[in-house]
């Protein structure tokens, strides 16, 4: 089928996207749509749709089109990552102004919520397709992209992933794994990337002679079939890093080789060593580290203590006032006494601003009315059960209200999203003080403030480091998680969101966070704890043949339930065994910190991973706030604690 500047040379209906967790889809969670590659203009599209959308093909690419002229396809919002859990830990129910009913954002809305689950894709940005095991009711494929994030499993009912892959194979060329059958690597079609390949690949044939005539006879399959012989040169295709790599195999534009490939090929990891936790810092050691003028010294070994048995409970309010970054660590007393000076003059000047707004200001403000009514709720049920904050007139409510709007007035463009005030309840429970806290979760903040951005890039990119560090350290678990639909590893979201605050016991979780807040080992240490947890828990994920459903009840059963020590030892000795390692990847030491950043080679954004859910939820319901009344700041802050391969699948 033709039209003007288009070409659809593939069409298959019976192509479902399965948007529930269970493993039993009912029929309202399977979305009937149709598959098709079209030329269009100078490049090749892969393009599904629901059935109410499909209708013509001559419309299906341009009723969305992207009125600035590109040749993007998608739809003007890309569906939003939905973590799983309830709307409280959806990132996006930020508060934002409202859009005067005269604005309307550019393009169509679509004319059902299904719609909204449509994509399209250059297959240029493909890195990988990966097809289901035999013996399924019905063969599903899942797309990879060059950014490393997943589309939906497009579910063939009717058969057609032969055929599309055949197609696909005019335009790509499609690389089996030699030790993965189901997974194919993406590469274009280019004869100077497959020739310099075929160079290299000589070397490691064991025939150099019969290479070239089965070369020139069927270049394609005789410069693949050689893959599994050459561990190391694939190492240097996708490690363009490694001396001598770049004329191997033309690297991914990121340089993020595919995940599982690369693992699965070159990574072998000695044993894990073991690990002994030491005791808490007790005070009479931290006053071993205080010299002249109250500057402490041999700071990097206080930390290294820290880090390897925390603080004893006296400790934490002096101490946290340093991991957080409020108090110098070379600063002298009185020089700390001067800027705790300053940044209570400029804490209660923030104050002041949303105290003095009366309630007829308040009334059109919607900004500031959103952030009081979401944050009086989420105030109002944060850490209920611990005696500090137990009771309808409990003061330290008071002062959770009071810090997290006066940080709207220090953030404005982040403001307030929920989640924060699961991460201020610890720090105001430990150090007692106003002023002292807010400036304490700033410092926090400042390390977490991308996982409440509204673009949710920061938890996207933590997740997809999380995965290539799970499939480096065990590549049978992440296979197991892939084939029950779980390997995007959406339910670690909450852990890394609010730093499990809601995974350990309370005092465990000032334990956790102060180890963590010392930047040791490494910059990533919380992604190492969320390995731990997994790496605790996988016999029971992979030999109870759990589906995706039952891993999520799993997981958030674990609640509560998990000994942080264990879970810090073992975080320790899976960093120990990876960097024992002499062949980690380069994207691998990146996320360790054991190597610099790659700058990368491409603007382009990253895709987003596979999304639960195909709509951005909207904000949730904003409750009429209570008057304010503007009072002058309380002096006394002090408060004390009361302790397929089958085709032919069933047809819907």
């Known amino acids: ?120 894709v250059s297959l240029g940005e493909l890195r990988s397709i990966r097809r289901s095991k035999p013996g399924l009711s019905w063969a599903y494929l899942v797309l990879v992209t060059q950014a490393g994030g997943s589309l939906p499993a497009l579910h063939f009912h009717r058969g057609g992933t032969r055929a599309l892959l055949r197609v696909l194979s005019r335009y790509l060329l499609l690389a089996s794994s030699p030790q993965d059958s189901r997974l194919y690597l993406v ?21 150099s002679s019969n290479v070239v005539s089965r070369f020139l006879q069927d270049p394609y399959s005789t410069t693949f079939s050689s893959f599994s012989r050459v561990t190391n040169f694939f190492r240097g295709a996708l490690q363009p890093h490694l001396e001598g790599a770049s004329a191997d195999l033309p690297p991914a534009p990121d ?23 030491a005791p808490p810092v007790a005070e009479e050691e931290w006053t071993g580290h205080v010299g002249p003028e109250g500057r402490l010294q041999r700071v990097p070994e206080l930390k290294a203590r820290i880090f390897s048995g ?40 923030m104050k002041l601003q949303w ?59 982040l403001g307030y999203v929920q989640g924060m005030s699961d991460l201020l309840s610890p720090i105001l429970y430990v150090i007692q003080n106003e002023v002292d806290a807010f400036w304490c979760f700033c410092g926090f903040m400042e390390r977490v403030h991308g996982n409440f951005e509204e673009s949710q890039e920061t938890m996207k990119r933590q997740l997809g480091q999380l995965l290539l560090l799970l499939r480096v350290l065990d590549p049978p678990l992440c296979d197991f998680l892939d084939s029950q639909d779980s390997g995007s590893l959406c339910f670690c979201f909450r852990w890394l969101l609010i730093w499990f605050k809601r995974e350990f016991p309370f005092p465990d979780v000032l334990r956790l966070w102060e180890v963590l807040w010392t930047g040791l080992p490494g910059p990533n240490l919380h992604l190492l704890v969320a390995c731990a ?63 610099p950043p790659a700058e990368p080679q491409s603007p382009s954004p990253p895709a987003s991973p596979l999304p639960l859910s195909p709509t951005r939820a909207p904000p949730a319901p904003l409750p009429s706030a209570d008057t304010a009344t503007a009072t002058q700041p309380d002096s006394s802050l002090e408060i004390l604690p009361e302790e397929d391969d089958d085709e032919e699948g069933v047809d819907s």
């Open 187 to 207: 590469f274009p079609h280019d004869s100077s990337a497959l020739s310099s390949s075929f160079h290299h690949l000589q070397l490691f044939d064991q025939d």
């Open 355 to 413: 105290k003095s707004v009366s309630p007829e200001q308040e009334r059109r403000n919607s900004l500031l009315h959103g952030y009081r009514s979401l944050i009086e709720r989420d105030v109002s049920r944060t850490d209920r059960t611990n005696k500090f904050y137990e009771g309808p007139e409990n003061p330290g409510l008071g002062l959770l209200n009071d810090i997290l709007l006066t940080y709207c007035m220090y953030h404005f463009d």
């Open 1 to 120: 089928m033709e039209g003007a500047g288009y070409r659809v040379v593939f069409e298959k209906g019976g192509v479902y996207l399965h948007t529930s967790a269970k493993k039993h889809q009912d029929p309202d969670s399977l979305i009937a749509g149709v598959i098709r590659v079209v030329e269009k203009d100078n490049d090749v599209l892969l393009h599904w749709a629901p059935i109410e959308e499909a209708g013509d093909s001559s419309q299906i690419f341009f009723s969305k089109k992207d009125t600035s002229g590109g040749d993007s396809c998608t739809s003007e919002e890309e569906p939003t990552f939905d973590p799983g859990y309830e709307p409280d830990w959806a990132v996006i129910s930020t508060v934002r102004p409202r859009p005067r009913h005269s604005e309307s954002p550019r393009g169509a809305e679509p004319s059902s919520p299904r719609g909204s689950w449509a994509f399209s």
């Open 255 to 277: 340089d993020e080789p595919e995940p599982g490939f690369e693992v699965i090929s070159c990574v072998e990891l000695g044993p894990r060593p073991a690990v002994e936790r």
């Open 533 to 595: 947890i997994l790496d605790m828990e996988r016999d029971t994920l992979m030999l109870s043949g759990f589906g995706s459903n039952e891993i999520l009840k799993h997981i958030n059963e674990l609640t509560m339930k998990l000994s942080v020590e264990d879970v810090l030892t073992r975080a320790e000795a899976l960093y120990r065994q990876l960097t024992a390692c002499r062949e980690l990847p380069h994207n691998v030491q990146e996320v360790l910190g054991l190597a």
């Open 310 to 349: 925390g603080l004893s409970p006296s400790l934490r309010r002096e101490a946290w006032k340093f991991l957080l970054g409020y108090l110098s660590w070379e600063g002298s007393t009185e020089e700390h006494k001067a800027h705790v000076r300053k940044k209570t003059d400029e804490y209660f000047r």
